[in-house]
Every structure is written in C-alpha cells, then in structure tokens.
C-alpha cells in the first residue's frame, strides 16, 4: 500500500542529531546523512525504509536530481541577458534561489531525498562546448564569494529541514579556469569544505567535481590525480566529523581504482546511455574495479527517460541496487518551464510533462507521495 505523506509530517518525521559537546550550529541541525555498507542512512535510519519495489529492494537508496543551478548566477555583464526571465526580462540571482527553495518539499513529498548543487552550475545551455559566462562561489585565489555562500546556506537550511541531503558539487569544466593556479583549487576545496563543517551541516556529501575526465585545465582535477583531493576533503574535520566525498566521470564511463579505493561513494553518470541494458553493467562493472568495496553506487546524472515504459535508465539502475538521478534540461524550441538545468530555471515539479513522469515515477518507486 502506497504511503501518502504530507510536508508537515514530513518535517516532523526528521529528528534531532545535536549532542552535548556539538557546537551551536550542530545542535540546532535536523538531518544527518551516513552510510552502512551499500546502505545511505538518514538520521540513523535507512533510506526508505522496508521499502521494496517490484521485487527490487528500495531501502537504502538515495534518489536525487541534479539542480545543480540552485546559486547559479552570471558575473560577466555580457551573458548575463542571456538569462532573462520571460515575464519580466532579467535576470535575478535571488530569485532563482528563492524559487528553488519554494519547490523543495514538493521534491520530497514525492519521495526526493537527494539533489546535486554545485558551487560552478553546469552548462546553463543543458550541453556547452564554449562557457564565457562566468558562474563561480571560488575567486581565482580559491576565496568563497559570499553571495553565492549566503544562497547556498539558506539552500541547505531548507534541505536540513525537510530531511534531505545535498550532494554539492566544487567544480564543474568550464568554469574550474576561474581558478588561478594548483593552489588555488586546493585552497578553494579547504575553503568549501571547511565552511559547510563550520556551518555545522551533517546532510551535506561532497562530489569534488563534475565528470573529472572532461576538459578540465588543471591537472588536480583529472582522473590521474583527482583522488588527491578526495583524499584532502577526507583529512578536513571539525570536532572528529568529516563529510562523505567522492567525484563523477562522463556518462557511460566507470571509475578508475585510485577514485574507487578513496571515495565513500561511487558516483556514474548516464549521459549517452540509450540502452538500459547498459546501466545495470555499468553497475555491475563498476562493482568489479580492484579496490571495490561494499559501498553505495550512485547515478547523480542521467538524461534518458521513458518513465511510461516497463524498462527505462531508471529502473535499470534500481534493479542492480544503484540509486539514480534525473537531469534535465531545456531543448530547443522547448519553453521556459521545460529542464532543470537550463537557465533561468521553472523549479516547480509539475511544471512540464517530463519532470511530472519523472516524479510520477519516484513516487510509486519509493511508495511516497503527497496526499491527495
């Protein structure tokens, strides 16, 4: 029988995870994120719990979308327009965030737990060869802009709220070249790192960056050496915590061992992955590289869908017990309120016919829906 749960009950479901010795901020926290195992947990407790779904087990799956635009913003005068929003023809940053926010617990009355964020966005085209615009949280020196902390921070606050985790993105191609050097990379993740612990999150993973084997121009930041700075977000603690951390690859690529061996979590991506079939072997595979461990397997990016239909990326990845995350964007000649990704951004869930399949879809799979 399907479970039918309301904002309110969700957010009186999320209990405390603040302790005596914890800092004020701790304290006041709602939604802790762990993992046990292939298992993520939520204050303790697994994801979905009891939860299964044709057969395939749910619990212990974290279902996500990336909204990896949530603080997006343009510093370069000469894209910003670009951006306007239809009905009044500009662009406005707050706006944005704060319409994110608003759309939050109709994600999670659907069953969301999960959603990606990144501090550089991602293409706000959907796919970009060329990214003059200029959407960056780091200065060239790796300094946090406090614009972009002070959206993310209200982002999270909500997130923590509803019992929900964010998986937040450092870099993204395309944008890491707004970085001056080696060290200022590395100072930006200490940076990064070192605010969300300060701010006391506990629902908050780490992917270092976005697709690391993609045109990044420093070196720190491709598949050789990437597990560099996993390494470094692990050795980043406050009060004896650290944050779960891992980085992704392009779509249909599996990770590499020195990735594999550091990572708390093994992130895939489906981009270009027409065939089902294909998902449940990158999973499979992915379970086979040497240094593999029992831990979650996580889809946080996938543009395939076919929720109508009895076999889809979705369902697919489930079926090899690998949570999964939608990603969408604006097409041409599609409207305003089609994508996720694409900017400016309609963040409501039903505001067109994909995002109402993909919602549909995560409903009836996690047996969580809003009431009627």
């Given amino acids: 029988m399907k479970r039918t749960i309301s904002v309110l009950a969700l957010l009186a479901t999320v209990g405390c995870i603040g302790n005596g010795g914890a800092s004020a901020a701790e304290a006041t926290r709602r939604t802790g994120v762990a993992i046990r195992g292939e298992m993520f947990l939520i204050n303790g407790r697994p994801t979905y719990e009891g939860r299964e779904y044709n057969g395939m087990k749910i619990e212990g799956l974290l279902m996500n979308s990336r909204m990896v635009q949530g603080i997006f913003d343009d510093l370069n005068p000469e894209t910003t327009a670009r951006w306007n929003y239809p009905d009044t023809g500009r662009w406005d940053a707050q706006r944005n965030t704060r319409e994110f926010i608003a759309a939050m617990p109709s994600w999670r009355s659907h069953g969301l737990l999960a959603f990606t964020i990144n501090l550089q966005g991602g293409s706000p085209e959907g796919y970009s060869r060329e990214q003059p615009w200029h959407n960056s949280a780091l200065t060239a020196d790796g300094s946090l802009r406090p614009e972009y902390m002070e959206r993310l921070e209200q982002v999270l606050d909500a997130a923590d709220e509803l019992g929900m985790v964010a998986i937040l993105g450092i870099f993204y191609f395309g944008q890491d070249q707004r970085l001056e050097d080696e ?190």
């Fill in 183 to 372: 060290a200022a990379v590395i100072r930006g993740v200490d940076n990064a790192v070192g605010w969300v612990l300060d701010k006391g999150y506990r629902n908050v993973m780490i992917e270092v960056n976005n697709e690391c084997n993609v045109r990044y121009d420093h070196a720190i930041l491709r598949p050789e050496r990437v597990h560099e700075l996993i390494e470094r977000v692990k050795g980043i603690t406050r009060d004896g915590h650290r944050l779960l951390v891992s980085t992704s690859y392009g779509g249909g690529t599996i990770p590499r061992e020195n990735v594999v061996r550091a990572s708390d979590y093994l992130l895939l991506h489906g981009n270009g992955v027409n065939d089902p079939k294909r998902i449940a072997e990158m999973v499979r595979q992915t379970r086979q590289v040497p240094g593999y461990r029992p831990v979650p397997i996580l889809f946080n990016e996938d543009d395939h869908f076919d929720f109508d239909k009895p076999t889809n990326n979705f369902l697919a990845a489930v079926s090899q017990y690998a949570s999964w995350g939608y990603f969408d964007f604006r097409q041409r000649g599609e409207p305003f309120e089609a994508g996720y990704q694409s900017v400016p951004v309609a963040w409501q869930f039903d505001s067109h016919p994909r995002k109402q399949g993909f919602f549909g879809l995560l409903s009836k799979i996690t047996g969580i829906g809003p009431e009627d």
